[in-house]
C-alpha cells in the first residue's frame, strides 16, 4: 500500500506533460484553422486599405471638440 502514492506520484508528470501537449496542439489546430478561414487576396486587402485610409482622411480633417478649430 506505501508504493501507491509514489506510484501516483511517479506518474503524474507524464501524464500531466501528456495532458498539456494535447491541449496546446488541440489549440494550434483551431488557430490555424481561423487563420486560413479568415485569409484574404491581395485584391481584398488593397481595397480594404484604400477604405481605412479614406477614413482616417476623413477624421483628421473633421474638427476636434474643445479645440478652437
Known sequence: MESLPIAAA????????????????RGR???????TQHARGPDELRAEHRRLGGEIERL????RAGTGH
Open 10 to 25: 511517479a506518474l503524474a508528470c507524464p501524464v500531466s506533460m501528456g495532458l498539456m501537449m494535447w491541449l496546446m496542439a
Open 29 to 35: 489546430r483551431r488557430t490555424e484553422e481561423t487563420e
Open 60 to 63: 483628421e480633417d473633421r474638427p
